[in-house]
């Protein structure tokens, strides 16, 4: 089946201004996950959905990052007044729910989107 | 100290032979274990994933997890050039978030 989708691949944009990046992830799957991955390093949490409501937003890093997934599905990630600091690859996954037992389902990648903020 | 330690290599290998790949985890609460290979330019795919203390085998992988030492490892035998990657080591505790350790190169040699 499809795995999970994110577009756009690559984002350029100038510092200051607004971006969105979106996911769309496995079908089915009710867990979403938002990741930046700088280079040389293991992908950072920033925030985790289940269903429509964000359960964990501890990993972002400041106000100017917010996530929303209104209908449960898609998911998009909005940074505003963007900085190079900012520029990294964005990762969103996604799995099962987790169920109230603890039990941890297998988390799966999206192609993430390379933003670089100029 | 970092939550999650991975040496970052690179660790080279023959082709034909075993890489050990290692980890260290710092919260004892931790109950889920994954490992991830990811090809240059390319985003994290699921290779393994371990819940229980012992050894999981799918292949030519085998994880290994010793939650008394907070330790778990990766064991690819038969490497291939087509292995060499970084590997990445989350770990999943209380909360539903991956924390990864930086990953390790492995560079496996004609």
């Known amino acids: 089946g499809a795995g999970v989708s994110q577009t756009p691949s690559n984002k350029v944009t100038e510092k200051g201004k607004y971006v969105e990046l979106r996911c769309d992830p496995i079908s089915g799957h009710t867990a979403l996950y938002w990741y930046r991955q700088s280079l040389g390093q293991g992908p950072e949490f920033l925030i985790y959905?289940?269903?429509?409501?964000?359960?964990?937003d501890s990993g972002l890093p400041n106000d100017r990052f917010f996530a929303v997934r209104p209908e449960g599905s898609v998911s998009t990630l909005k940074i505003q007044r963007t900085e190079r600091g900012d520029s990294a690859v964005y990762l969103c996954?996604?799995?099962?729910?987790?169920?109230?037992?603890?039990?941890?389902?297998?988390?799966?990648f999206g192609p993430g989107t390379r933003l670089t903020v100029t | 100290q970092k939550e999650v330690e991975q040496n970052s290599g690179p660790l080279s290998v023959p082709e034909g032979a075993i890489a050990s790949l290692n980890c260290t985890y710092s919260d004892r609460v931790s109950q889920s274990f994954f490992w991830y290979r990811q090809y240059s330019g390319k985003s994290p795919e699921l290779i393994m994933s371990i819940y229980s203390n012992g050894d999981k085998e799918d292949g030519r992988f085998t994880a290994q997890l010793n939650k008394a030492s907070q330790y778990v490892s990766l064991l690819i035998r038969d490497s291939q050039p087509s292995d060499s990657a970084t590997y990445l080591c989350?770990?999943?505790?209380?909360?539903?978030?991956?924390?990864f350790g930086t990953g390790t190169q492995l560079k496996v040699e004609l």
């Open positions: 959905f289940q269903g429509t409501g964000a359960a964990d």
């Open positions: 996954a996604s799995s099962l729910n987790p169920s109230t037992s603890g039990f941890f389902y297998e988390q799966y």
């Open positions: 989350a770990v999943a505790g209380g909360g539903n978030k991956l924390t």
